[in-house]
């Protein structure tokens, strides 16, 4: 069954770190553009990285550009991301997302797969 399974998450203080995980069990033409959005509460869904294979280079973000870095493990099958420097404002429910022709990096509806979500925490 093709699917992304995620894990990792939790809670931590401000200025700590955390790294999330998320197996890929996709055909090769969907892991074209990999991704990681997240939720806050009361707020739209957002993207935040995006790693285009075509030229093996990640899109950040402004809110996380510096902080979190996207990452493959192609022997894997999966992808990370590790977030340092955790702000409160960083609380969120974090996806991963795959899709096979992506024209906007963060717009959702381009991506066909979609990890089952986990939480973030972060407290001052």
């Known amino acids: 069954q093709e699917q992304l399974v995620q894990s990792g998450g939790g809670s931590v203080q401000a200025g700590g770190s955390l790294r999330l995980s998320c197996a890929i069990r996709?055909?090769?033409?969907?892991?074209?553009?990999m991704a990681w959005f997240r939720q806050a509460p009361g707020k739209e869904r957002e993207g935040i990285a995006c790693t285009y294979s075509g030229v093996e280079r990640t899109y950040y973000d402004d809110s996380v550009k510096g902080r979190f870095t996207a990452s493959t493990d192609n022997a894997k099958s999966t992808m990370y991301l590790q977030m340092n420097s955790l702000k409160p404002e960083d609380t969120a429910v974090y996806y991963c997302?795959?899709?096979?022709?992506?024209?906007?990096?963060?717009?959702?509806?381009?991506?066909?797969?979609w990890g089952q979500g986990t939480q973030v925490t972060v407290s001052s």
């Open positions: 997302a795959a899709g096979g022709a992506v024209r906007d990096f963060f717009r959702q509806s381009d991506y066909d797969y």
């Open positions: 996709l055909h090769t033409y969907f892991r074209n553009y």
